[in-house]
């Protein structure tokens, strides 16, 4: 009996350890790679902010956080887009039927514009600099 007890102790204090130091590792991980961006409005895109009610604004300030905070340059087929032939903007993240453009500049992410998609052709045409 004495001898289980103290099998069961040994193996709890291993699982306890390793767990802790797993989490521990990994948090260190993630802070190495998680460089935080500062995410800086253009004044174009304040007052499409205002623009919107109060449910797309919230949700759209969530996803910039989310998408552009950590990891602005990260392509994915559904969310964000490296815009070809073009020197500015640099970068398309869409949210529902919005389209957020935005460049990036060292650690800063200046978000040009937030607009409803049947718009963005058309704000590209007039603001975007071809390289």
């Not at 103290?6 to 193996?11: D, F, G, P, R, S």
């Not at 996803?63 to 994915?76: A, D, M």
């Not at 490296?82 to 992410?109: A, S, T, W």
Request: net charge positive; hydrophobic share 45%.
């Amino acid at each position: 009996m004495c001898f289980l007890v103290i099998a069961a102790a040994v193996i709890l204090c291993f699982v306890t350890w390793r767990s802790e130091d797993s989490i521990r590792s990994a948090g260190y991980a993630l802070q190495l790679i998680g460089m935080k961006y500062e995410i800086i409005l253009a004044p174009e895109a304040i007052q499409d902010l205002k623009l919107l009610d109060a449910y797309q604004r919230a949700k759209i300030k969530d996803l910039i956080e989310v998408h552009l905070r950590h990891e602005p340059t990260k392509i994915s087929k559904s969310r964000i887009k490296r815009l070809k032939g073009l020197r500015h903007p640099q970068y398309r993240l869409k949210i529902d039927d919005f389209r957020i453009f935005y460049d990036i500049k060292e650690d800063n992410v200046e978000i040009l514009t937030i607009i409803l998609k049947s718009k963005a052709a058309e704000w590209l045409k007039k603001a975007g600099e071809g390289i």
